[in-house]
């Protein structure tokens, strides 16, 4: 892990996704933080060690999911099919398929392994599997705050990582997408889905895949906004409309109410005619149920709880 100082920076952006708005100081006290997401090697061990499953190797209850067809209540997790030609952007289902049997082991599906990914970021982590993971190692998951105070590695206010240019030099900096997604992945940084952990370089607090590779959780629930203290209501009614947490569901699914947590980092299917995530101050919703083939998570241990 590695020691990041407290301290107070400027946090969201106001030049990109309205979600990331506005951008505010913030003060975070110190913590510790994992030098890497969390691998499969490392997710191995706690599996083995507590039998844990995961959410995405468990058939979906019916009484969650009002109105699913019988025939998709199974196993399985979302996993990245890229289409043969240019597709409706505004149509997520044209790249994402429901896999039975898609798992943290099997990531592309039930004929596929991790074989030779060990130090690969896990993925199809759901939010619970996530919590359980830190929990059994002494840690916590962190904040967004937290998180992208981490990602900026000291640089405040910049665009990116490692500064304000993308690919310096004409350096990948992380593993993002080149080409027009999601048909045309031109393979340019050399990773075509995940890569290893440690494959690009570490931004200025020494932390890998901060920027692309997986999306990567935290606890804050979504908001379509940073609220800061300016913005809160002087007066807040207790449980108003169920909180932060009811606050959270898809408004365009009003039937399946199901929350949603905060991610960050962007992962290897960011791309520049479509999803420019690939920065500290991006966020993107993700219901705590669902997993896919680019969301993994690292953990934090906060100030005075490391030995």
Request: proline residues 10%; aromatic residues 12%.
């Amino acid at each position: 892990m590695v020691w990041i100082p407290g301290g107070t920076f400027r946090m969201g952006s106001d030049k990109h996704y309205p979600e990331e708005a506005p951008a505010h100081r913030v003060r975070v006290d110190g913590f510790w933080i994992d030098r890497t997401p969390v691998t499969n090697w490392e997710f191995r061990k706690f599996v083995n060690a507590t039998g844990h499953i995961t959410f995405a190797e468990i058939p979906p209850d019916p009484k969650d999911y009002p109105g699913a067809l019988p025939h998709m209540l199974k196993a399985g997790s979302l996993v990245f099919t890229p289409p043969r030609h240019a597709v409706d952007l505004h149509d997520w289902s044209q790249w994402w398929n429901f896999k039975f049997g898609a798992n943290w082991r099997r990531p592309y599906g039930p004929r596929s392994s991790i074989s030779g990914l060990d130090e690969h970021p896990v993925v199809h982590i759901a939010y619970r599997d996530a919590e359980a993971y830190a929990k059994w190692a002494g840690k916590e998951l962190p904040t967004e705050a937290e998180w992208e105070f981490a990602a900026r590695g000291g640089l405040d206010g910049a665009e990116f990582a490692w500064g304000d240019e993308f690919a310096p030099g004409g350096k990948h900096m992380a593993n993002t997408w080149q080409g027009e997604f999601p048909h045309e992945n031109r393979v340019e940084d050399g990773c075509a889905r995940t890569s290893p952990v440690m494959a690009f370089p570490p931004n200025g607090h020494g932390l890998y895949d901060m920027i692309g590779n997986v999306w990567e959780w935290t606890t804050d629930w979504w908001s379509t906004k940073h609220e800061t203290e300016a913005t809160k209501p002087c007066c807040i009614p207790e449980n108003p409309r169920g909180g932060p947490e009811a606050a959270s569901y898809d408004p365009c699914q009003p039937q399946i109410r199901i929350p949603r947590k905060v991610l960050k980092g962007g992962s290897h299917l960011c791309a520049p005619n479509y999803c420019r995530r690939y920065r500290p101050a991006a966020r993107h919703a993700e219901p705590v149920d669902t997993s896919t083939s680019h969301v993994g998570f690292r953990c934090v241990i906060r100030e005075g709880r490391k030995s």
